[in-house]
């Protein structure tokens, strides 16, 4: 070995436990749980700063909703830590724009009140009523950015 070679390094617990789910060991993931627990709640307060007052989910109803969909799955196939928290991440936001969906589905206004664009900004009022669809729009345009036509 020369220097400056990196001497590999144990796997770390979080990893050993997704090697452990990975192999379909289902017990691993309650371990695995516990262990993430913290990185998870500050997940999900990320996930959830900037909601509205009215908004019903805690960090810990988000953390508990994360789990129950990574239990449905199938197959649970995580490589590292890294990589689990980055999907945890991911599917957090997804999570709370789901729920997010689902609060103003019934408070939408027919497609004939609804505002344009440009009068927006002159209805101040009108934002703070609707935040969850403001921030399901947002998710949207966002999406569409993300697939844009030309490849890009």
């Known amino acids: 070995m020369q220097v400056g070679d990196s ?3 144990p796997a770390g617990e979080v990893t050993l436990l997704l ?3 990975n192999q ?3 017990e691993a993931i309650s371990d695995l749980a516990v262990l993430l627990l913290p990185e998870l709640r500050r997940l999900a307060v990320a996930a959830l700063r900037g909601q509205s007052p009215g908004h019903t989910w805690m960090p810990t109803d988000l953390v508990n909703e994360l789990w129950v969909r990574l239990l449905r799955r199938e197959v649970i196939d995580f490589q590292n830590r890294a990589h689990f928290l980055g999907a945890a991440a991911h599917l957090m936001r997804a999570l709370v724009i789901d729920h997010a969906r689902a609060q103003c589905a019934g408070r939408r206004p027919p497609l004939a009140a609804r505002m344009p664009l440009d009068d927006v900004a002159e209805a101040p009022g009108y934002l703070l009523e609707a935040d969850a669809a403001e921030l399901v729009t947002l998710d ?4 569409r950015l993300r697939v844009s036509p030309n490849g890009r």
């Not at 949207?140 to 999406?143: D, G, I, Q, R």
């Open 7 to 9: 001497v590999p390094q």
């Open 19 to 21: 090697q452990r789910v």
């Open 140 to 143: 949207e345009a966002l999406s």
């Open 24 to 26: 379909g060991d289902r």
